[in-house]
Nanobody
Framework: QVQLVESGGGLVQTGGSLRLSCAAS????????MGWFRQAPGKEREFVAA????????NYPDSVKGRFTISRDNARNTVYLQMNSLKPEDTAVYYC??????????????????WGQGTQVTVSS
């Protein structure tokens, strides 16, 4: 069992930056690929970023590529999402997720086994 707790959300102006953190419980954190997803009001949850267990493979959709960076610190059981050049359309609840995978950083939500409660990110125009 893995428990995930997100933090770092908040209100920021267009063009600003935020860094989200996701702290994981358990001693097997380094065995999991980690992902960030988001859900805006009235929309389906969508993929934002993923990183493999070692931190060497990352994956982003075109909507955030070049603006968002995912990283992880396996010694601290923590994954991060650095978000720069934020836009109003980035406003959403952001969720951290963990997948029991030995390879890859998948975008598919169904591959993720554990989810956090989410943290709100609001970008004002």
């Amino acid at each position: 069992q893995v428990q995930l707790v997100e933090s770092g959300g908040g209100l920021v102006q267009t063009g600003g930056s935020l860094r989200l953190s996701c702290a994981a419980s358990g001693r097997t954190f380094s065995s999991y690929a980690m992902g960030w997803f988001r859900q805006a009001p009235g929309k389906e949850r969508e993929f934002v970023a993923a990183i493999d267990w070692s931190g060497t493979i990352t994956n982003y959709p075109d909507s955030v590529k070049g603006r968002f960076t995912i990283s992880r610190d396996n010694a601290r059981n923590t994954v991060y999402l650095q978000m720069n050049s934020l836009k109003p359309e980035d406003t959403a609840v952001y969720y951290c997720a963990a997948a029991r995978l030995q390879y890859g950083a998948p975008p598919a939500q169904q591959l993720y086994d554990y989810w956090g409660q989410g943290t709100q990110v609001t970008v004002s125009s």
